[in-house]
């Protein structure tokens, strides 16, 4: 097969039961690949679909974030197009997606066994073991086999979101992000609402993003979840990101469709900081930058087009100082842009400090020649500086 050709993939040992096809998309660059194996710590056959990013073989030193989704393939295309349009917008990363396909759900995905009249009695409970299974079998599986980097998202929805939670307390490095649609918190007289509480009421410092939401549910479920919701808000747990919807109308099982935009669109940031981001220190564009390349697995620096937006921003709003900042750290990643010279000799000019305005214009000058295509405004912009100075 073309993939498997390509990239040679999956070497495994002689005491692995492994089975494995390739499926390309149709009208895309996508591929897919269904995986089934014997998994020693749940004692069954499992089976796992992977999606491959349309990079990923024009790119062979390129790694990927991955993105472990419950409840199956299925689930897969609404995640890929969103993050696909994202990325259009250099606001996401090409991702590999992980779908795991379920054998006993409320098994896996429930920590505590079910004890509640208004659900299934006596099921959940194995949520610790399936965690295990991601642990030492899955995850390993996955990055031995696929060039992937350390940011891990999970992302279910209903009792998956429940795992997602569950996860973040029982393994809070294992996984940078925790995706739960309408988690079924209500379960075994809301245990998860429990530990998590005590489990945020406890922590100081946790490098993560979490976001939940809710449809139309009310009764318990809702009573159950707006006290997780409370909890999460309320307590500023440092280094948390911490998002939630709550979706009027949508029932439970359209949740995931409802939210999947937000969950995404927050979590992974932009390669344009936004200004709220920005603090009082220039030291918070590289803060920024480098938190983005760690999620996006490639070293991204602060881009002179991005930077100088900031600026231009606080110019907007008046605030010259911070935009001089601004555009002075810029010039130290970009000394040889003109732009960002020009836009430095703005915020001068913004200022009312056309001296400094005039200097920053004539180093732009010296650098630009005429196939810059705003040659003529730099030109047309010194001589109006120099006959301000002259005026005055």
Request: proline share 4%; aromatic share 12%; charged share 20%.
């Amino acid at each position: 097969m073309r993939l498997l050709t390509a990239l040679c993939f999956f070497i495994f040992s002689s005491h692995s039961t492994f089975a494995q096809s390739d499926m390309k998309h149709q009208s895309t660059d996508y591929f897919q690949q269904t995986l089934t194996f014997k998994s020693a710590v749940l004692n069954e056959q499992r089976t796992v679909v992977v999606q491959l990013p349309k990079s990923y073989q024009s790119k062979p030193n390129k790694v990927y974030p991955v993105i472990y989704r419950l409840d199956g393939a299925g689930n897969i295309p609404l995640a890929s197009t969103i993050i696909e349009r994202l990325q259009n917008d250099n606001r996401a990363p090409e991702v590999i997606i992980v779908a795991i396909e379920n054998t006993n759900r409320l098994r896996d995905m429930y920590p505590t066994v079910n004890k509640e009249p208004q659900g299934p009695v006596g099921e959940g409970g194995g949520a610790a073991k399936f965690l295990a299974f991601f642990e030492q079998e899955l995850i390993p599986l996955v990055n031995k086999n696929y060039r992937t980097h350390d940011y891990k998202v999970i992302s279910g929805a209903s009792a998956g979101g429940v795992f997602s939670l569950y996860t973040l307390q029982a393994k809070p490095e294992l996984f940078q992000a925790h995706i739960a649609y309408s988690p079924a918190v209500w379960w075994n007289y809301g245990a998860m609402v429990k530990s998590t509480k005590s489990f945020i009421a406890k922590t100081k410092n946790m490098n993560n993003y979490v976001y939940i939401n809710i449809g139309e549910e009310a009764g318990i479920m809702r009573e159950r979840y707006d006290e997780l919701q409370q909890s999460l808000q309320s307590h500023k747990v440092r280094g948390l990101r911490f998002f939630s919807d709550a979706f009027a109308g949508i029932s439970h099982n359209l949740t995931s469709g409802a939210g999947a935009f937000n969950a995404y669109y927050n979590l992974f940031l932009s390669k344009q900081m936004p200004i709220s981001a920005l603090t009082d220190d220039v030291a918070s564009i590289n803060a920024y930058y480098k938190t983005l390349s760690q999620q996006w697995g490639e070293q991204i620096s602060p881009p002179d087009r991005a930077v100088r937006s900031l600026g231009y921003n606080l110019t907007d709003n008046k605030q010259f100082t911070r935009a001089i900042e601004v555009f002075k750290y810029n010039i130290k990643n970009h000394p040889q842009s003109v732009d960002a010279l020009s836009a430095l000799s703005y915020g001068y000019e913004m200022q009312g400090n056309t001296r400094q305005a005039l200097k920053h214009m004539e180093s732009a000058l010296t650098i630009a020649d005429d196939s810059y295509p705003y040659i003529n405004y730099l030109k047309e912009t010194k001589a109006r500086l120099q006959a301000e100075l002259s005026n005055n």
